[in-house]
């Protein structure tokens, strides 16, 4: 008898350590994104982990040495802050020229955003880009006729005001066409709106500054403005699918597709071991009822084997 009582608690301790390990590695591991970096918190739409977040801003933001990075087709940018609140960003450029510090010789990135992604970010309505040394035969120019050309003031900056930086004096360049003058202006302001994306090369630009406000707070002279690039962002659809998710216990993601498509991206709820198109209370996916079903299995077993040495103890 006691020979038969170790053999089944040997067969137990067999079926518990086959069927509940692969368990816990199926069902209750809780996909883990990463919600912050360096003192940037990160939370929805973005994220730093494939599948994780929004489908329209995967493959954006990257942590490197607790250094946020926000890449896009134009290059690489610091991110400088992430206001949630807002919904924008503030980006470095250290190639951006300032009232300090003039930057040429196209070393900029500018600013340009991939078709797709245009519809999830942009540059801000308050931000301006000062375009410098650009040449005659830019396509900024091309069109206009003579002293009229696409070059305004942005939310009460432009380059009338730039022109007073210190910088304009350290680098010993004229200011062609400034105001009155023949040829181009040195300096060029622009709404990313009214050109829709900021590349150097093909504008023929020698360089960029770019300046934002943070309405209704307004500042006198270049010296106090803000520079760097402000980026808003839009959930297109909104966001109740990810708020429905998070209230359930579950996290944002979405499917795993082309990267350079968003033909077919569905977002998903990621439940555990499961995933689901809605929230974690509609139901798991069939490999976690299955799962469960091998519990039902083992736990009756361990009943019967139990009662059964129960009833042959004496």
Same mark, same amino acid.
């Given at each position: 008898?006691? =020979? @038969?009582?170790?053999?089944?608690?040997?067969?137990?301790?067999?079926?518990?350590?086959? @069927?509940?390990?692969?368990?816990?590695?199926?069902?209750?591991?809780?996909?883990?994104?990463?919600?912050?970096?360096?003192?940037?918190? #990160?939370?929805?739409?973005?994220?730093?982990?494939?599948?994780?977040?929004?489908?329209?801003?995967?493959?954006?933001?990257?942590? #490197? /040495?607790?250094?946020?990075?926000?890449?896009?087709?134009?290059?690489?940018?610091?991110?400088?802050?992430?206001?949630?609140?807002?919904?924008?960003?503030?980006?470095?450029?250290?190639?951006?020229?300032?009232? /300090?510090?003039?930057?040429?010789?196209?070393?900029? %990135?500018?600013?340009?955003?991939?078709?797709?992604?245009?519809?999830?970010?942009?540059?801000?309505?308050?931000?301006?880009?000062?375009?410098?040394?650009?040449?005659?035969?830019?396509?900024?120019?091309?069109?206009?006729?003579?002293?009229?050309?696409?070059?305004?003031?942005?939310?009460?900056?432009?380059? =009338?005001?730039?022109?007073?930086?210190?910088?304009?004096?350290?680098?010993?360049?004229?200011?062609?066409?400034?105001?009155?003058?023949?040829?181009?202006?040195?300096?060029?302001?622009?709404?990313? =709106?009214?050109?829709?994306?900021?590349?150097?090369?093909?504008?023929?630009? =020698?360089?960029?500054?770019?300046?934002?406000?943070?309405?209704?707070?307004?500042?006198?002279?270049?010296?106090?403005?803000?520079?760097?690039?402000?980026?808003?962002?839009?959930?297109?659809?909104?966001?109740?699918?990810?708020?429905?998710?998070?209230?359930? $216990?579950?996290?944002? $993601?979405?499917?795993?597709?082309?990267?350079?498509?968003?033909?077919?991206?569905?977002?998903?709820?990621?439940?555990?071991?499961?995933?689901?198109?809605?929230?974690?209370?509609?139901?798991?996916?069939?490999?976690?009822?299955?799962?469960?079903?091998?519990? %039902?299995?083992?736990?009756?077993?361990?009943?019967?084997?139990?009662?059964?040495?129960?009833?042959?103890? %004496?």
């Amino acid at each position: 008898m006691a =020979e @038969l009582k170790k053999m089944v608690v040997t067969t137990t301790i067999f079926i518990v350590t086959v @069927l509940i390990m692969p368990l816990n590695s199926a069902t209750l591991h809780v996909p883990t994104c990463r919600s912050y970096c360096g003192n940037i918190t #990160i939370d929805y739409p973005f994220a730093l982990q494939h599948g994780c977040g929004h489908p329209g801003f995967r493959d954006l933001l990257f942590c #490197i /040495n607790d250094v946020l990075m926000f890449h896009i087709s134009s290059g690489s940018y610091r991110v400088l802050d992430i206001d949630y609140a807002y919904r924008s960003l503030t980006l470095h450029d250290p190639h951006l020229s300032t009232c /300090n510090s003039i930057v040429l010789g196209r070393r900029g %990135n500018g600013f340009s955003v991939e078709p797709w992604r245009s519809p999830y970010i942009s540059a801000s309505p308050n931000n301006v880009f000062m375009l410098l040394g650009c040449s005659a035969i830019s396509p900024l120019f091309q069109g206009f006729a003579d002293r009229h050309l696409p070059c305004r003031n942005v939310s009460g900056m432009g380059c =009338e005001e730039y022109y007073d930086c210190p910088a304009w004096d350290w680098i010993g360049r004229s200011k062609i066409g400034s105001k009155f003058g023949s040829g181009p202006p040195e300096c060029c302001a622009v709404s990313f =709106e009214a050109i829709k994306t900021i590349n150097l090369t093909k504008l023929q630009c =020698e360089g960029y500054s770019s300046a934002y406000t943070l309405a209704p707070l307004r500042v006198d002279g270049p010296h106090e403005w803000s520079y760097g690039i402000r980026v808003t962002y839009s959930v297109q659809g909104g966001d109740e699918f990810c708020r429905a998710c998070e209230a359930t $216990g579950g996290t944002c $993601g979405y499917s795993d597709v082309d990267d350079h498509k968003d033909d077919g991206v569905k977002q998903l709820c990621m439940c555990g071991g499961s995933n689901s198109t809605s929230n974690c209370e509609s139901g798991g996916s069939p490999s976690s009822r299955g799962a469960w079903s091998a519990l %039902n299995i083992l736990a009756g077993f361990m009943v019967c084997a139990l009662a059964w040495m129960t009833s042959h103890k %004496n």
